[in-house]
């Protein structure tokens, strides 16, 4: 059965691939990166700047940002 289709061409109740309700939590040096500029901090970072990269991925990442680290959590600190 054909359902309702959204403006991307997915179902109504399916969110489009690029959607960021599937995506963890990015921080950089303690401050949340906002879904939709991810791939931008991402790009915008020199790797010979990163002192080191945590992925958080249990219940701990959502005790200690809420619902936003649900997903996990990538914690990104920098060289200062």
Do not use: E, F
Not at 16 to 27: F, G, H, K, M, R
Not at 56 to 77: C, F, H, P, Q
Request: net charge positive; aromatic share 2%; charged share 25%.
């Amino acid at each position: 059965r054909a359902g309702p289709q959204r403006a991307g061409g997915g179902d109504r109740d399916q969110p489009p691939a690029d959607d960021a309700s599937n995506q963890p939590l990015l921080v950089i040096d303690d401050m949340p990166v906002r879904p939709h500029a991810i791939r931008l901090a991402l790009k915008a970072l020199n790797p010979r700047d990163v002192q080191s990269i945590t992925v958080l991925k249990d219940l701990g990442s959502t005790a200690i940002y809420g619902t936003r680290g649900a997903n996990g959590v990538i914690l990104i600190k920098l060289k200062r």
